[in-house]
Structure formats: structure tokens, C-alpha cells
């Protein structure tokens, strides 16, 4: 597998713990989001930085009172159809104010690149055959109709913007 970055920042390795494993001293661990919530805060104190895994059907409240002790999400899209994770990376950036890296595992394809960017997520695990597919697909296009999860002017606001200008002169 390949990680594509979508936005630069540093991307972080880490180990998914399976329901039964308890994590090293410090180490850097993915947990489902069920088992965070019935974890204490020992948790937090004995690993390194913690992110949860998520399905994209999760509610993005339930990771209110988790958002101060996460340092990053993985959403696991179930496949390339299911747009979910995008409204969910949305409602982390927007509505919760996450800041760490959000992270899509799963069957993704390049042609939603440009849209995980544009929706809040920082890397993307794909297949090392989609790598270089991924990348370019990031290149292809950087003027929007829409706008994104930043509020970033679209091409559309742009040019009404400018008719008022005229109007008013």
C-alpha cells in the first residue's frame, strides 16, 4: 500500500490494535471508535498518540468528547460509492474543529482525489498500482464551482462577485 498526501502536512505511522491488544508504552495506535469510548483515560496516558477508526456511517458527535485527546482519524470507506466519509471529514473539520490528520482507507478511487482533498482529508492509502493515478488526479483541476470544507471562494461566487462590481459602476 501507498500513502498519497494530499495536503503536505507530516503523516503519521501508526498500529491498529485489535479489540484484545493493549498498547506499548508510547506507541502510535488506531483504535475503533467502540472501543475508545469504553476505554478510560489510562488509555490515553500509557500509548503515544491516538486516533480512532471510523466507518463512514459513524455519527461525528459521538467523537465530541474524544476531539482534545485524538491526534488523528481514519475513515474506512466500505466502497468507492459511499460518500459518507466525505460528509463526515467535512462535519470533523467544520463542526468539531479537528485539526490532527484525517486519513481514508478503503477502496477509494483517483477520481474522488481531488474531492477527499477538497472534504478535510489529509493522506489517502491507496493500492502502490493507483499511486501515480492519485497524483495526478490532484493536478487536474484548481478552480472549483463549489466551495470546500475551508470556505475557499468558488469559481462560481467569484464571477457573481464581479457582475455586482459592474452593476454598481
Known sequence: MALVNLTGIQAGDFTVLAEDQTPAEGATVAVPLSRLRDEGDDFFKVAGPVGAVLATDTNYTDLAPLMNKLAFVVIDFPAFGDGRGFSLAVRLRKDLGFKGEI??????????????????????????????????????????????????????????????ERKAS
Open 103 to 164: 486519513r481514508a482507507t478503503g477502496p477509494v478511487i483517483p477520481d474522488q482525489a481531488l474531492f477527499l482533498l477538497r472534504a478535510g482529508f489529509d493522506t489517502v492509502e491507496v493500492s502502490d498500482a493507483r499511486e501515480a493515478a492519485f497524483k495526478a488526479a490532484l493536478k487536474r483541476f484548481d478552480t472549483f464551482y463549489q466551495t470546500d470544507y475551508t470556505g475557499q471562494v468558488s469559481l462560481a461566487h467569484a464571477r457573481h462577485g464581479k457582475n455586482q
